[in-house]
């Protein structure tokens, strides 16, 4: 939408749902839906779906001088079968999977963190002169600190948002947090995200250790936050904030971290690589390391640091309200169109 309110043509082909027409326009944005099919989890019929998908993609493309393909085939498919499409930009939002090598004829290829970026030329050293690193943006007119100052100490909330699965680490903040409540039995839990398998979570049996984990203390589990304006909201309710993830090749820049920033909330991560795009340890939030053999110790040790010092929460989260309002839309928007007129240009 910042691309069309900027004066330029948009088109989004997405995936069709029953409840919505093939074709319309929404905010000045062309949409056109196709039939898409569903994840099966067996890779090879993934990929073979993704090509038909993609072959009927190709049909309907519009003339274009910018074309950003996200599927598996069509940034391959493009630049040899429609050169109408223009400048064909290969998106890779999380670790490339061998499939570098067949994007080294679009015009560029973009991530969301240096990190994914050195993964591309590690597999592929031929595309360094491809790649941009252009991070994902958030909702900074929605994502607002709160309008009165948080408390923080003892009796505080700490908030995790995102889907409930093992490879979050949401069984670490679980027992960080039943070492912290030895200490502060006024400190809450909330854990807001999917938990169901279909959703991307670890479902039932996960959940279950989590609640057997946390032993007598009552975990607050809240089901998955669409709504931008009510996640901000929740946010704001909060006083500390943990993303403790530990998929160090699942993760690609994860925006829920950076949209607690927003909210003026110092967030508690591992010590991942995606995260430095964003978080500089000490300076608008913490890091542990989630590799260790003391993870769990050394998480709660960093959100007890918060707990017994509400000036450095504060102090933190004020600095992490700046580093957030970096990543507006309008922003982000910009740097693309700043790639797309370079393009244009040579």
């Known amino acids: 939408m910042e691309f069309a309110r900027a004066g330029h043509t948009v088109t989004i082909i997405c995936r069709w ?30 990929l073979l779906q993704d090509l038909i998908y993609s072959l009927r993609v190709l049909r309907t493309l519009p003339v274009a001088d910018v074309a950003i393909p996200h599927s598996f085939w069509l940034p391959w498919l493009l630049p040899r079968l429609r050169h109408r499409a223009g400048n064909v ?3 890779v939002q999380r670790f490339p999977k061998g499939q570098i090598g067949l994007y080294l004829r ?15 030329v590690q597999q592929c050293p031929r595309a360094s002169r491809l790649v941009r690193v252009i991070p994902n943006p ?33 069984d670490l903040l679980v027992q960080a947090v039943t ?16 938990t169901r398998v279909e959703q991307g979570g670890g479902g039932d049996s996960y959940l279950d250790r989590l609640r057997g984990l946390a032993g007598d203390y009552p975990i607050d589990f809240v089901p998955p936050v669409s709504d931008v304006a009510v ?49 500089v340890e000490g300076r608008n939030g913490l890091a542990f390391d989630q590799r260790g053999p003391d993870a769990i110790e050394a998480l709660a040790d960093q959100l007890r640091s918060l707990i017994v010092d509400p000036d450095r929460a504060r102090m933190l989260g004020m600095a992490a309200v700046q580093t957030a309002q970096q990543f507006s839309y309008r922003r982000i928007a910009g740097l693309y169109l700043d790639l797309f007129t370079q393009l244009l240009e040579k």
């Not at 000045?28 to 099919?37: A, D, P, S």
């Not at 015009?107 to 963190?113: G, K, P, R």
Request: charge should be neutral.
């Open 138 to 170: 958030i909702h900074t007119d929605v994502f607002l600190p709160p309008a009165r100052p948080r408390a923080y100490g003892p009796n505080g909330t700490i908030l995790y948002t995102g889907r409930v699965h093992p490879e979050k680490g949401v």
């Open 17 to 46: 749902h029953p409840s919505q027409p093939a074709q319309e326009m929404i905010a000045g944005v062309q949409c056109i839906r196709h039939m898409q099919f569903s994840r099966t989890g067996n890779i090879k019929w993934d």
């Open 231 to 279: 996640l901000a909201d929740v946010l704001r309710d909060a006083d500390f904030y943990c993303y403790p993830s530990i998929a160090e090749r699942g993760e690609a820049s994860p925006v829920a971290p950076l949209e607690a920033m927003a909210t003026g909330l110092a967030p508690v991560v591992s010590s991942l690589g995606q995260f430095r795009g964003y978080l």
């Open 89 to 91: 930009v290969a998106h």
């Open 106 to 120: 679009t015009a560029s290829i973009t991530t969301v963190s240096q990190t994914i970026a050195d993964a591309i």
């Open 179 to 194: 070492i912290l409540r030895q200490e502060f039995p006024g400190l809450h839990l909330r854990i807001v995200g999917p």
